[in-house]
């Protein structure tokens, strides 16, 4: 009970702290917002074409144009991540964004609603189409099934963008972080939940749809990597981030623009920096 109490309160602290990141970075958030739109745009109208269709089978088709939304998704988050580890931004970071993930994000948005759609089908399958109750139980056990795929989800993107790793590991540690933070993940639904609600309520908030899902995505992955201790600082980064790891080098020089500071050359700050990597992260890949 305690261990739930904590992932509950950890959940409400991220999702305080967003809503002061949403507010602290506005600027940043409408930059990224309306670079959102002009990505997802396409998309949307697709989904939109298709649902008014009504035809199952253009529905399936249409999974591999739907999963083009997370390229966009993920080139909002680049933006976002350098902002939330201090580092200066500009609209040509969103393109930077597009093209450093474009393969990786794609593929995951893909895979992701593969699974996800399978899942759905076997949902029906167990639910609609037999009469058996065996076949009901398991259809009941399926829909947490479902729900694990669905948080999985939700940090894909985040450590893809926040680690800079393959597709391999992006979903291995989604998928640890959610059998281990299930009812943090809950939170994390309720910070979608809002920003959906709010983008449909409020008209004014519509225009900062991208930028705020982008802020819940870096804020619940950091959040996950800090409580591991895997939180990786960036140059510049020492000391004036709230809540870091304990780190060597905390109100320093940075030593990647003065490693003669520390009698080390710039190679050795960079083994330096890959040996900590691996040793908070652990080198299991």
Do not use: C
């Amino acid at each position: 009970m305690k261990r739930i109490l904590e992932e509950f309160r950890l959940g409400f602290n991220v999702l305080v702290r967003t809503g002061v990141m949403i507010y602290g970075y506005l600027g940043t958030v409408l930059l990224v917002s309306v670079f959102w739109f002009l990505g997802m745009t396409p998309v949307l109208l697709w989904v939109g074409a298709v649902l008014n269709q009504g035809d199952l089978s253009l529905l399936v088709m249409s999974i591999p144009i739907f999963a083009l939304g997370a390229v966009p998704t993920a080139a909002a988050l680049y933006v976002v991540n350098k902002a939330f580890h201090k580092e200066s931004v500009s609209p040509l970071d969103f393109l930077i964004g597009i093209k450093k993930f474009f393969f990786r994000s794609y593929a995951l948005g893909l895979l992701f609603l593969v699974v996800l759609s399978v899942m759905l089908y076997d949902l029906w399958f167990f639910l609609v189409a037999q009469k058996s109750l065996v076949f009901n139980i398991i259809g009941g056990l399926w829909i947490y099934v479902i729900i694990y795929v669905v948080f999985v989800g939700y940090y894909l993107l985040g450590f893809l963008v926040e680690q800079d790793i393959g597709i391999r590991k992006a979903i291995k540690r989604s998928a640890m972080v959610v059998l281990d933070n299930f009812f943090f993940s809950m939170v994390v639904t309720l910070m979608f939940a809002i920003v959906g609600a709010a983008s449909l309520i409020l008209p004014v908030f519509f225009l900062l749809t991208g930028g705020a899902l982008a802020f819940v995505i870096q804020n619940s992955t950091a959040a996950i990597l800090k409580k591991y201790g895997a939180f990786e600082l960036r140059p510049g980064e020492y000391g004036g981030h709230e809540g870091p790891v304990k780190d060597e080098w905390k109100g320093l020089p940075d030593p990647r623009k003065d490693p003669e500071f520390y009698g080390m050359t710039e190679e050795e700050v960079k083994r330096f920096h890959e040996d900590r990597r691996k040793k908070r992260l652990g080198a299991d890949d």
